[in-house]
C-alpha cells in the first residue's frame, strides 16, 4: 500500500514513518500541510492518507475534502488529538475513512491501516 | 528510560522540533510583548505550537509536558474562538515564558536521556487558574448540562436512500469496540456515517452519538445496538461491520420485523435527520480557517516553497560527509603528488589532476558551508535575557541587533551562547547606570546595548558594545595590582592592557554578587570559552560612555592549521596558534633545577622543557637537544617547549576524534584528537593546554 | 517509562546471522567471534602508537578515513607476543556502537555451530578464558567462542586504569 503523511509537525511525520515502515507499507511522500497536502497528492496518488487536522495554511479537514473530489478510492485516516471530537465528526462526515487518536502505538495505527485494505 | 532509546531517530525527531518550536514561541513571546498584544497571526500560531507539543509529547509519553501544553492551547483556542476577548496581556506571556523555560530543561535532559521529571504542579495551576478566569471573565463558561439536554431530545436517525420496501429485510447488530481505542462515540458515528448505501433504515444506540460524549461510556458498558432494515444481504452487511476498526466483538443476525418495531418504539421521536449537526465551534472554525487562506493565498505560496526547499541533516551525517571529503582531498594529492607520476611529466595528467584539485577544493569549501549556521538564533535569545534582566532591575535598556546573518560552524555556536549572555548580563548590570544616574550625567533615558556580527577574513567578530558607564582604569589597575596580577606601575601599561585584566582569572571587578551576572562567574570564563574554540576576547572602553567588547572566533573548528612533527616514527600535530616559535637550542641554554627538571632561557624568560619521546614513552634516536628541536607552545599566557625530532610542515588538517574505544580507556593528556596526513598516516593532534606549562611573565 | 516503547522498533534481521561463527587461530587454538559483530576482515598494516595505553591496544588505524582502534587477541589473552607476517589480520568488530580491530594469527572460515553443540566453557587455564562465553564442537575441532561483550567490557577497563595510574 502507498501512502502519504501529511502532519506540520515533523517528529509525527517520523513517527508514523518508522512506524509503519517495516510492514508492507510504502511511504511515497510526507507534507507539511493541508495546501502541500492537495498538491503532492496529485502527484504521487497515493492509496492511503494519514492527515493530521491542525495544520498552517489549509485544515485537515479542508484538505480531506479537496483531496476526495479529486479521487473517491483514497482512503483517508485522520490523525488526531484528544477534544477534536467535533472536528473527526466533521472529518468523517466528509468521507474520512477512520480515525486515530494521538497518542497511539505502531499496533493501533496498523490496525486501523488494516481494516482500510 | 532506557538508554537505547535515545538513539531512535523519533526522538531525536522529537528533540529536535520542540526545541525549535520552543525557541520560536520565546521569540514570538518577546516581539509580542514589544507591541504589548498577540496578533492573530500568533494567536494561531501559539495555538497550533501547543498542539502540536501537546501531541508530540504525548506520543513520546512525557505526560507532563503534554498536559501543560494542552492547557496553553485551550487558553489560545478560547482567545482564538472568541474575537475581542479580554484577557491579561502581560501575565499571559510571563506564564508562557515560564512554560518556556520549564519546557526547555526537560528537554535538556531528555536530550541527555534522562526522565523529564521536571515538576509542573504549580506552573499548570497557574495556567489552569487563567484560563478559568479568562473563561470567566468573558461569560464564556458554557454549562454542560443545557448541551446535553437538547441533545437528548434527537433521538432518532433514519437513513432512506430508496423506497424499496418489499425485500427489506430487519437485523439486529451489537459492536463492541477494543479497549483503549479511544472516541467510541465517533467510531459508532463512522458505522453509521458508511452504513447509508447499504440499509434502508437504521436506528440506534445509545442514540445521541454525535453531540453527547458521554455515550463513549455506554458504548463501553453496553455495546453499540444497530436495528437495521436492509435489501441488502445478510452477508454484505456482516462484511461491511466486520470491517470496522477496532472491531472487538460483532454479534449480527436476522430480526424479525416485530423486534424492529419494539426497538423503534423505544425512540419515538420521528424527525428526520438529513445532515448531522456539527457543532458551532467547529463551524466556524473551518469559516475561519477559509477566510484565512482566501487572504493569504498569495503568502502561502512563497511560504510552502520555502518550507520544501529547506531540509534538516542530522550533524552526524554532516560531520561524517566533511571526513569523507577531507579523505578524498588527501586521495587527490596521493595521486596527483605521486612521484613516479610526475616523474613522468604528462601533460594530460597535470591538466587533468588540477582540475580534480580545483573540484575536490571546491567541495572541500561547499562541505564547510554547509555546516555554517547564522548567528541569529543565537542573537534572538539576547532579547529574552534583556528582557528579564531589565524587568528585575528596572532598568529600560534596549537591544539592537546587527549582522545576525553572519554564519558560523555550528560547532562554535553552541560555544559562544554562554559568554554572550555572561557578557549582556553584565553590561547591563553593571555598565548601564539607571535611569537617574543617566539623566544626571546627560544621557537618554533609555540604555543601548548593540549586538553586531561580521565577517573579518577567516574569523568572525562579534561586537558587543554599551553606552553604560565604562571601565575605570584605575581601579582596575589597582585592584590588579593588590591582587600581585601586575607588578608595572600604570604608566607603563596601555589601555588595552589594563581593560584586558578583567579577563583574568580570579578578577572580578564588583565585589557583590548579584543575581544575575554574580554566581562567581566571571569575564574569565567567559575568556576561557571563547579561548577554547581557538578565538580571543579584546576589550576596550572610554569612561562614562561605555564599553565594548569585541569576541574574535574563528569560523570552523573542523579544519585547523597545523604543524606537523616528528617523534620517532610517531606523528603529531600542533594546532599553529598555540606554536610561538620553533628554534635548535645549544646545549647550554639548558638549565636543570634541583628536582633534575630541564629548562631554558630564551630572552631573558626561562621557559619548562617538554621531551614528548619522553613524555610518551616513544622510541627515537633523537635525545640529545643539538639533533632535535624545540617548539616554543603557548597558551593562556602560559607556555613551554615540546622537544621533538624535526619539523615535517605546516599544513591544514581535518580534526579527528580519537576512538571511543581509546577515549574510554584513558583521557591521554595532551592529547586533543587526530588527523591523517598526506600519505595516508595518522597524526596525533597536541592539546598544548594540557602540557606543564608555566607562566613565564610573571617569573 | 518508556518500555513499552522499545518494543516498539526491535530489529527483526538479527535471525539469519544466527549460528553462523567466524573461526580464527591464536597458536595452535582456534577460536571464533559471532558473525553478528564482525564489519570486515583487513589484512595487518601500519598502526599509530597511542601513548599510554596498555600494551595489548597497539594504537590506532586508518580504516578508509575512519579511525578505529586495535588490539592484540595474543597480548589480551596473555599470549605470547609473535612478529605479524602476511597472514596476520584484523578482524573489524561492531560492538555497542564501538568499532575495535583485533589482530590475530590468521583468519579460518565462517562456519555453523548449531546451538546443541555448543557447550559451556570448562576451566581452562589460559589467560584468556574469562572472555570465552562457550565452547563448539565442528566436525573434530573444538572452536572456543568469543564473549565479544566481555572483551571490551568497561568494567575491566577501569580495572585497568586504576592499576596503570
Known amino acids: ?117 | 528510560m532506557n538508554n537505547s532509546y535515545i538513539d531512535e531517530p523519533m526522538l531525536e525527531a522529537y528533540v529536535y522540533e520542540t526545541s525549535q518550536i520552543i525557541e520560536t514561541l520565546e521569540q514570538l513571546m518577546i516581539q509580542s510583548e514589544k507591541i504589548g498584544t498577540f496578533s492573530v497571526d500568533a494567536i494561531n500560531e501559539i495555538f497550533r505550537f501547543m498542539h502540536t507539543i501537546k501531541g508530540s509529547s504525548a506520543m513520546m509519553m512525557f505526560n507532563e509536558i503534554s498536559t501543560l501544553a494542552h492547557k496553553i492551547e485551550d487558553i489560545f483556542y478560547v482567545i482564538r474562538e472568541n474575537q475581542g476577548v479580554r484577557y491579561d496581556f502581560s501575565t499571559l506571556v510571563d506564564c508562557i515564558l515560564e512554560s518556556v523555560d520549564y519546557y526547555k530543561i526537560e528537554l535538556i535532559k531528555i536530550r541527555n536521556g534522562e526522565t523529564p521529571d521536571g515538576d509542573t504542579a504549580s506552573l499548570t495551576d497557574k495556567v489552569n487558574d487563567y484560563l478559568e478566569i479568562l473563561k470567566e471573565d468573558n461569560g464564556l463558561k458554557k454549562t454542560k448540562k443545557e448541551t446535553e439536554t437538547k441533545t437528548e431530545k434527537d433521538q432518532k436517525y433514519y437513513i432512506r436512500p430508496s423506497k424499496k420496501e418489499d425485500s427489506a429485510k430487519y437485523y439486529k447488530a451489537k459492536i463492541t469496540f477494543k479497549k483503549d481505542c479511544e472516541m467510541e462515540n465517533i467510531r459508532a458515528y463512522t458505522v453509521i456515517h458508511n452504513i447509508v448505501e447499504l440499509v434502508e433504515e437504521v436506528i440506534y444506540k445509545p442514540s445521541d452519538i454525535i453531540d453527547n460524549d458521554q455515550s463513549i461510556d455506554e458504548i463501553r458498558a453496553n455495546g453499540f445496538l444497530l436495528a437495521i432494515r436492509s435489501t441488502s444481504s445478510e452477508e454484505e452487511i456482516r462484511k461491511y461491520l466486520e470491517k470496522t476498526v477496532f472491531l472487538e466483538s460483532l454479534d449480527f443476525e436476522e430480526a424479525e420485523p416485530d423486534w424492529f418495531k419494539e426497538f423503534e418504539v423505544i425512540y419515538q421521536d420521528q424527525e428526520i435527520h438529513e445532515d448531522i449537526k456539527i457543532p458551532e465551534t467547529s463551524k466556524k472554525y473551518i469559516e475561519n480557517q477559509k477566510v484565512k487562506k482566501e487572504k493569504e493565498d498569495s503568502k502561502q505560496e512563497v511560504t510552502t516553497t520555502t518550507t520544501q526547499s529547506i531540509i534538516s541533516v542530522n550533524v552526524d551525517k554532516l560531520d561524517m560527509l566533511m571526513d569523507m571529503v577531507g579523505e578524498l582531498v588527501i586521495a587527490e594529492a596521493m595521486v596527483s603528488q605521486n612521484p613516479e607520476v610526475v616523474r613522468l611529466e604528462i601533460e594530460s595528467f597535470d591538466k587533468a589532476s588540477r582540475q580534480l584539485h580545483k573540484i575536490s577544493s571546491e567541495l572541500q569549501d561547499m562541505v564547510m558551508a554547509i555546516r555554517m549556521v547564522a548567528l541569529s538564533t543565537t542573537f534572538m535569545k539576547m532579547h529574552r535575557i534583556v528582557r528579564d534582566m531589565t524587568r528585575k532591575l528596572s532598568k529600560d535598556v534596549v537591544l539592537e541587533v546587527y549582522g545576525e546573518e553572519t554564519e558560523v560552524d555550528k560547532n562554535i555556536i553552541e560555544k559562544i551562547a554562554d559568554p554572550l549572555m555572561h557578557i549582556i548580563r553584565n553590561a547591563i548590570d553593571h555598565g548601564i547606570e539607571d535611569e537617574k544616574e543617566r539623566i544626571a550625567k546627560g544621557k537618554s533615558k533609555q540604555g543601548s546595548i548593540i549586538l553586531e556580527a561580521k565577517n573579518s577574513g577567516s574569523d568572525v567578530l562579534i561586537i558587543i558594545k554599551d553606552d553604560g558607564k565604562g571601565l575605570d582604569k584605575q581601579k582596575i589597575y589597582e585592584k590588579a595590582y593588590n591582587l600581585g596580577l601586575i607588578y608595572q606601575s600604570i604608566e607603563d601599561m596601555n589601555d588595552k592592557d589594563i581593560y584586558r585584566l578583567i579577563l583574568h582569572p580570579g578578577f572580578s571587578m564588583k565585589e557583590q554578587v548579584t543575581e544575575f551576572s554574580g554566581r562567581g562567574v566571571g569575564m574569565d570564563v567567559v575568556a576561557k570559552n571563547i579561548e577554547s574554540i581557538g578565538g580571543s576576547v579584546i576589550v576596550d572602553s572610554v569612561i562614562s560612555k561605555g564599553t565594548t567588547i569585541i569576541l574574535k572566533i574563528p569560523l570552523t573548528l573542523a579544519i585547523i592549521e597545523g604543524m606537523n612533527i616528528k617523534v620517532g616514527e610517531s606523528r603529531f600535530t600542533i594546532p599553529i596558534a598555540s606554536v610561538k616559535e620553533s628554534f635548535r637550542p645549544s646545549n647550554k641554554e639548558i638549565i636543570r633545577d634541583p628536582d633534575d627538571r630541564e629548562m631554558i632561557m630564551v630572552r631573558g624568560l626561562c621557559y619548562p622543557i617538554v621531551k614528548l619521546y619522553e613524555h610518551y614513552g616513544l622510541q627515537t634516536e633523537v635525545k640529545n637537544y643539538e639533533s632535535g628541536i624545540l617548539i616554543m607552545v603557548e597558551e593562556d599566557d602560559r607556555s613551554c617547549c615540546l622537544l621533538a625530532d624535526e619539523l615535517l610542515g605546516q599544513q591544514q588538517v581535518v580534526v579527528k576524534s580519537l576512538p571511543n574505544y581509546i577515549k574510554r580507556y584513558k583521557q591521554v593528556k595532551g592529547l586533543g584528537g587526530c588527523t591523517l596526513l598526506g600519505d595516508g598516516s595518522i597524526s596525533l593532534i597536541l592539546d598544548v593546554g594540557e602540557f606543564e606549562l608555566s607562566n613565564v611573565h610573571e617569573k | 517509562m518508556n518500555e513499552d516503547m522499545n518494543g516498539f522498533f526491535e530489529d527483526q534481521e538479527e535471525d539469519t546471522q544466527k549460528g553462523k561463527f567466524l573461526t580464527f587461530s591464536l597458536g595452535e587454538e582456534s577460536y571464533g567471534i559471532d558473525i553478528m559483530y564482525v564489519t570486515e576482515i583487513i589484512g595487518i598494516q601500519p598502526i599509530t602508537v597511542v601513548p599510554e595505553l596498555p600494551n595489548f591496544v597497539k594504537g590506532i588505524i586508518n580504516l578508509r578515513g575512519k579511525i578505529i582502534a586495535v588490539m592484540d587477541a595474543r597480548l589480551k589473552f596473555n599470549k605470547a607476543p609473535k612478529e605479524y607476517n602476511d597472514r596476520t589480520c584484523i578482524i573489524v568488530i561492531d560492538i555497542a556502537q564501538l568499532s575495535i580491530g583485533i589482530i590475530v594469527d590468521a583468519v579460518a572460515e565462517v562456519i555453523n555451530i548449531s546451538d546443541d553443540n555448543i557447550v559451556p566453557p570448562p576451566n581452562l587455564n589460559s589467560g584468556g578464558r574469562k572472555y570465552i562465553k562457550s565452547v563448539g564442537k565442528s566436525d573434530n575441532s573444538v572452536i572456543l567462542i568469543l564473549d565479544c561483550e566481555k572483551l571490551l567490557d568497561e568494567q575491566e577497563i577501569d580495572e585497568l586504569k586504576s592499576s596503570n595510574d
Not at chain 1, 20 to 38: F, N, P
Not at chain 1, 68 to 82: D, E, F, G, N, Q
Not at chain 1, 100 to 117: N, Q
Open chain 1, 1 to 117: 500500500m502507498r501512502l502519504m503523511i501529511v502532519d506540520d509537525a515533523s517528529f509525527m511525520r517520523v513517527a508514523i514513518r518508522r512506524m509503519i515502515e517495516r510492514k508492507e507499507y510504502e511511504v511515497v511522500c510526507e507534507a507539511e500541510d493541508g495546501l502541500q497536502a492537495i498538491e503532492k497528492f496529485q502527484k504521487y496518488r497515493p492509496d492511503v492518507i494519514t492527515m493530521d487536522i491542525t495544520m498552517p495554511n489549509l485544515s485537515g479537514i479542508e484538505a480531506l475534502k479537496e483531496i476526495k473530489k479529486l479521487s473517491s478510492t483514497v482512503k483517508v485516516v485522520m490523525v488526531s488529538a484528544m477534544g477534536q471530537e467535533a472536528l473527526i465528526r466533521e472529518a468523517v462526515m466528509h468521507g474520512a475513512n477512520s480515525f486515530i487518536v494521538k497518542p497511539f502505538k505502531e499496533d493501533k495505527l496498523l490496525e486501523v491501516l488494516e481494516s482500510l485494505k
